[in-house]
């Protein structure tokens, strides 16, 4: 199956932008899921191991232990999820950091088999304390994740980072991404969401500044928001209103987890009322 050529997506994202409608993507954890967002009108799928995991019942953050290959899973994904949305494109998430990967021949791989971009998710940029500093010495360092952007980059990729912070962006942006995504850590709510997140206020203010930092390098960088307290519609309304620079949303949780568990458990509901 082809992939979307990486030149017609940024056309189609530019136009939005200038019609100011904003850019929405989604993750996607199986078939349905992707073929839903799609009937929907979402504009971008990405999927990788921590949506199979999640639409599993385990909590996201499953994709960044050592549970299961994420590169192959999402290599696995891809014959579920591509053949139903073959006019949408679909991005692999891509574990920059797996030290048996020749990333060269596994970009080919991704873009062979009809992805139309990468997003680095299992990220480092998940991880603090010492556990991330000695990664960071031992080899498996954020920077991985920056080259295997370059390298997506210069294969025609399109390529839709997640940053943590102001430099994570900078780094990003001069590696040639398309759209930054500014994550906010684990997504709020529902039954195997995040408990402990920051503020939605705070996030505004993380945002801006990944914002200004990454168009001190490239003015025409696009930037969506994830993740953290930016959970529903109103929150990303929220963020959009007081972030001018920010052109999107991407929701993974928010745009199958919680759905999905609160239709589940009313239709239940519902035929646990009936009565005879």
Do not use: H, W
């Given at each position: 199956?082809?992939?979307?050529?990486?030149a017609e997506?940024?056309?189609k994202f530019r136009k939005m932008i200038a019609d100011k409608h904003p850019i929405i993507g989604g993750g996607a954890g199986t078939g349905?899921?992707?073929?839903?967002?799609?009937?929907?009108?979402?504009?971008?799928?990405?999927i990788y191991n921590s949506g199979r995991y999640r639409m599993a019942g385990r909590g996201s953050l499953a994709g960044v232990?050592?549970?299961?290959?994420?590169?192959?899973?999402v290599m696995d994904?891809?014959?579920?999820?591509?053949?139903?949305?073959?006019h949408t494109p679909v991005l692999a998430g891509v574990c920059g950091t797996d030290p048996f990967v020749d990333f060269?021949?596994?970009?080919?791989?991704?873009?062979?088999?009809?992805?139309?971009?990468?997003?680095?998710f299992p990220t480092v940029g998940l991880i603090d304390g010492n556990f991330r500093r000695n990664l960071e010495e031992t080899g498996m360092s954020y920077a991985l994740e920056v080259d295997v952007v370059a390298r997506a980059h210069k294969k025609d990729l399109l390529t839709t980072p997640y940053v943590f912070d102001a430099e994570q962006a900078r780094d990003m942006t001069r590696a040639g991404a398309d759209v930054l995504v500014a994550h906010m850590g684990l997504t709020s709510g529902?039954?195997?969401g995040?408990?402990?997140?920051?503020?939605?206020?705070?996030s505004i203010t993380l945002i801006n500044e990944i914002s200004e930092a990454a168009r001190s390098i490239r003015p025409d960088i696009m930037l969506l928001c994830h993740g953290g307290p930016i959970a529903m519609p109103d929150d990303a309304q929220k963020v959009l209103d007081h972030c001018p620079d920010c052109h999107g949303f991407y929701g993974a949780s928010s745009m199958e987890r919680l759905p999905v568990e609160v239709a589940l458990t009313e239709q239940t509901r519902r035929f646990k009322a009936m009565k005879r």
């Open positions: 199956m082809p992939s979307i050529p990486r997506i940024l056309k349905l899921s992707a073929k839903c967002e799609a009937a929907g009108g979402i504009d971008l799928i990405v232990l050592a549970y299961g290959n994420a590169n192959q899973i994904m891809a014959r579920e999820v591509l053949p139903v949305v073959p060269d021949v596994f970009l080919d791989d991704v873009k062979r088999v009809g992805f139309s971009g990468i997003q680095n529902g039954a195997i995040a408990g402990t997140t920051m503020t939605l206020e705070d």
